[in-house]
């Protein structure tokens, strides 16, 4: 007579074992348990893989927009001019820069002046967006005044111009070199506005890590900004940096009552909004198609034991017959199946681990393989394949991949389990 035993005794272990190491006449059954290992091992590396590029993405992209721009940006509503157009001019910058600083969780608040105009160098030209900004202001933006790579030096940024690596690059400049600025709203004639051209040293290149930055942008003294410009005691906007960026939204309502009625609200959320999303977007679709992945190498496991409990259909009779439970029969072969999804996770993980840490120079190695020019900086915004690991997207990597591997097994162990063991030897 059958009696109970405990649950995962150790000779449910040792039979597991045994029936786990092929013999030659069931290479069939190491073949597929080779294979769902494999299987569940590339699952798991590519959903930590992707999950890690995801958050190194999402992480760099708001990285950049905080370093170099403003999270919350305060503009006027405007008034109407006598010819009709939308004046936004901001005349009290300074005390409306030092009310917002006022505003508990504001780190900084700075007048800018902002225009596009044409730099020239030698014969090549490149349109240019120029922010004009106080020396002390540019350098508490980290980007800027701390970015990856950086020529000159921002304390003389005062005496000349900073630009963007990307603008130095497309009109061939260095430190030193004097650059040509053509605006087109400019010196105000008798027979019109003629176009102001100014010389500027280039103090200082920065590269902030964007592309469209770097590409585009330039920086000059406010008040040598306020004159280039015909801006003199007025700001266009004012820029405003927080303790919190991403709860910004939240200080919304604090910032207007601080600005006054006529003020108006643009968050770094509202610019980058709708690519954030796309982005949320994207990572929904990818780990529900990547946990397909995971669930058809799970599946695979479901064949390799449905081919083991056939080849040892007489091997559960006899044990059956000595006294084993169903529920021994049931966690021998649960064994089994569980120990390969074990198993293949362990070392998803590990080379997804090793994917995320060393995936510069994995992509340095792939570039270099398929002859440069894998990742366009121009297309992609950003000038490499970033990728962080968060112990939650491993965590959810490893549940989602023991939690299939578990669910699949209890099928064909149930099956093996309630192998009639007359049925079993009746033909041996």
Same mark, same amino acid.
């Given at each position: 007579?059958?009696?109970?035993?405990?649950?995962? %005794?150790?000779?449910?272990?040792?039979?597991?074992?045994?029936?786990?190491?092929?013999?030659?006449?069931?290479?069939?059954?190491?073949?597929?348990?080779?294979?769902?290992?494999?299987?569940?091992?590339?699952?798991?590396?590519?959903?930590?893989?992707?999950?890690?590029?995801?958050?190194?993405?999402?992480?760099?992209?708001?990285?950049?927009?905080?370093? %170099?721009?403003?999270?919350?940006?305060?503009?006027?509503?405007?008034?109407?001019?006598?010819?009709?157009?939308?004046?936004?001019?901001?005349?009290?910058?300074?005390?409306?820069?030092?009310?917002?600083?006022?505003?508990?969780?504001?780190?900084?608040?700075?007048?800018?002046?902002?225009?596009?105009?044409?730099?020239?160098?030698?014969?090549?030209?490149?349109?240019?967006?120029?922010?004009?900004?106080?020396?002390?202001?540019?350098?508490?933006?980290?980007?800027?005044?701390?970015?990856?790579?950086?020529?000159?030096?921002?304390?003389?940024?005062?005496?000349?111009?900073?630009?963007?690596?990307?603008? %130095?690059?497309?009109?061939?400049?260095?430190?030193?070199?004097?650059?040509?600025?053509?605006?087109?709203?400019?010196?105000?004639?008798?027979?019109?506005?003629?176009?102001?051209?100014?010389?500027?040293?280039?103090?200082?290149?920065?590269?902030?890590?964007?592309?469209?930055?770097?590409?585009?942008?330039?920086?000059?003294?406010?008040?040598?900004?306020?004159?280039?410009?015909?801006?003199?005691?007025?700001?266009?906007?004012?820029?405003?940096?927080?303790?919190?960026?991403?709860?910004?939204?939240?200080?919304?309502?604090?910032?207007?009552? %601080?600005?006054?009625?006529?003020?108006?609200?643009?968050?770094?959320?509202?610019?980058?909004?709708?690519?954030?999303?796309?982005?949320?977007?994207?990572?929904?679709?990818?780990?529900?198609?990547?946990?397909?992945?995971?669930?058809?190498?799970?599946?695979?496991?479901?064949?390799?034991?449905?081919?083991?409990?056939?080849?040892?259909?007489?091997?559960?009779?006899?044990?059956?017959?000595?006294?084993?439970?169903?529920?021994?029969?049931?966690?021998?072969?649960?064994?089994?199946?569980?120990?390969?999804?074990?198993?293949?996770?362990?070392?998803?993980?590990?080379?997804?681990?090793?994917?995320?840490?060393?995936?510069?120079?994995?992509?340095?190695?792939?570039?270099?393989?398929?002859?440069?020019?894998?990742?366009?900086?121009?297309?992609?915004?950003?000038?490499?394949?970033?990728?962080?690991?968060?112990?939650?997207?491993?965590?959810?990597?490893?549940?989602?991949?023991?939690?299939?591997?578990?669910?699949?097994?209890?099928?064909?162990?149930?099956?093996?389990?309630?192998?009639?063991?007359?049925?079993?030897?009746?033909?041996?």
């Amino acid at each position: 007579m059958a009696t109970s035993t405990v649950p995962f %005794a150790p000779f449910e272990w040792m039979i597991a074992w045994r029936y786990l190491r092929a013999r030659r006449a069931e290479g069939g059954v190491s073949t597929m348990t080779w294979i769902s290992l494999i299987g569940v091992m590339l699952a798991v590396f590519a959903l930590i893989a992707t999950l890690s590029v995801r958050s190194g993405f999402r992480a760099e992209f708001v990285d950049t927009i905080l370093g %170099a721009n403003a999270h919350v940006t305060l503009y006027s509503l405007g008034q109407i001019t006598e010819d009709g157009r939308v004046d936004r001019s901001i005349t009290d910058y300074a005390e409306l820069a030092q009310r917002i600083a006022t505003v508990p969780g504001v780190t900084r608040a700075a007048p800018l002046v902002r225009g596009q105009v044409m730099a020239a160098f030698e014969g090549r030209n490149a349109g240019v967006e120029v922010f004009g900004i106080a020396p002390g202001d540019l350098a508490t933006l980290p980007r800027i005044a701390d970015p990856e790579v950086a020529r000159g030096n921002i304390a003389d940024f005062e005496n000349g111009i900073a630009i963007g690596s990307g603008v %130095a690059r497309e009109l061939g400049i260095g430190i030193g070199d004097k650059v040509k600025l053509i605006s087109p709203d400019g010196v105000k004639t008798a027979f019109g506005t003629s176009p102001r051209i100014n010389a500027y040293e280039v103090t200082y290149i920065f590269t902030a890590g964007r592309y469209d930055i770097d590409r585009t942008r330039a920086y000059l003294p406010f008040f040598e900004a306020q004159s280039f410009f015909n801006r003199e005691g007025i700001a266009d906007e004012v820029e405003v940096m927080v303790e919190d960026p991403e709860n910004v939204r939240s200080m919304t309502p604090t910032l207007l009552a %601080a600005a006054g009625e006529r003020a108006q609200v643009w968050t770094w959320q509202d610019a980058s909004g709708g690519f954030l999303r796309a982005l949320e977007v994207e990572d929904n679709v990818m780990f529900i198609i990547l946990s397909i992945l995971v669930l058809i190498a799970s599946m695979n496991i479901v064949s390799g034991l449905i081919m083991l409990v056939k080849n040892k259909g007489r091997d559960i009779g006899i044990l059956r017959t000595m006294g084993l439970t169903q529920g021994s029969i049931m966690r021998i072969f649960f064994i089994c199946g569980a120990f390969t999804g074990i198993l293949g996770t362990l070392f998803g993980v590990i080379l997804g681990t090793l994917f995320a840490l060393y995936i510069d120079p994995i992509f340095s190695f792939v570039n270099v393989l398929m002859g440069g020019g894998v990742w366009d900086p121009s297309i992609r915004g950003i000038y490499a394949l970033p990728a962080q690991l968060h112990l939650r997207d491993v965590l959810s990597a490893v549940a989602l991949s023991l939690g299939l591997s578990f669910i699949v097994t209890i099928f064909p162990a149930r099956r093996a389990a309630r192998m009639n063991p007359v049925e079993a030897l009746r033909y041996e």
